[in-house]
T-cell receptor, first 113, second 111 residues
């Protein structure tokens, strides 16, 4: 079972920042927070991951609370192509591991023109 | 070049048939996976495999079997197909970084 809780759906205006929350109150000390997204009819796509520090890459920023019980994925300037289901996943370590990903229901983010 | 590719993209077949879905990755990764996405859009791991071990999700029927002819390929064989096997199947691969790269999916329809 997924160890995360996310809102079922969210709307965001095009050009604005999209902030997607995720609760993971039972996260263990060695577990990372990963974000993936699935655009309609495509395979899931990796976005970003982090352990306890905030992270930023070309796609998004990840803000993790100090107690690590929740996090927020930020898409700084959302476009229509960002409409997708976003999955927050916790998993042990970021080095290898053949246990795969445990997906929850995710958040369906709809970017409005 | 496509990192993770799957063939076929669509597969329509009759109940009781045996079919295979092929997966290839050109990323040099040492671990490959198969996931199933059902009609309710739930994504679930079926198998993970590297050159050392096969990890099977205990809920997967033994009619499903992964076959790896080499490190770059992990094919999915399905025997005696059932209506409930209709789904989208995704192949993925990863290396030590833990990031998984997914293929485009194969939509299987069992009639």
């Amino acid at each position: 079972d997924a160890k995360t809780t996310q809102p079922t759906s969210m709307d965001c205006a095009e050009g604005r920042a999209a902030n997607l929350p995720c609760n993971h109150s039972t996260i263990s000390g060695n577990e990372y927070v990963y974000w993936y997204r699935q655009i309609h009819s495509q395979g899931p796509q990796y976005i970003i991951h982090g352990l306890k520090n905030n992270e930023t890459n070309e796609m998004a920023s990840l803000i993790i609370t100090e107690d690590r019980k929740s996090s927020t994925l930020i898409l700084p300037h959302a476009t229509l192509r960002d409409t997708a289901v976003y999955y927050c996943i916790v998993r042990p370590h970021s080095g290898g591991g053949a246990d795969g990903l445990t997906f929850g229901k995710g958040t369906h983010l709809i970017i409005q023109p | 070049d496509t990192a993770v590719s799957q063939t076929p993209k669509y597969l329509v077949t009759q109940m009781g048939n045996d079919k295979s879905i092929k997966c290839e990755q050109n990323l040099g990764h040492d671990t490959m996976y198969w996931y199933k996405q059902d009609s309710k859009k739930f994504l679930k791991i079926m198998f993970s495999y590297n050159n050392k071990e096969l990890i099977i999700n205990e809920t997967v029927p033994n009619r499903f079997s992964p076959k790896s002819p080499d490190k770059a390929h992990l094919n999915l064989h399905i025997n005696s197909l059932e209506l409930g096997d209709s789904a989208v199947y995704f192949c993925a691969s990863s290396q030590a970084s833990g990031r998984e790269f997914f293929g485009p999916g194969t939509r299987l329809t069992v009639l």
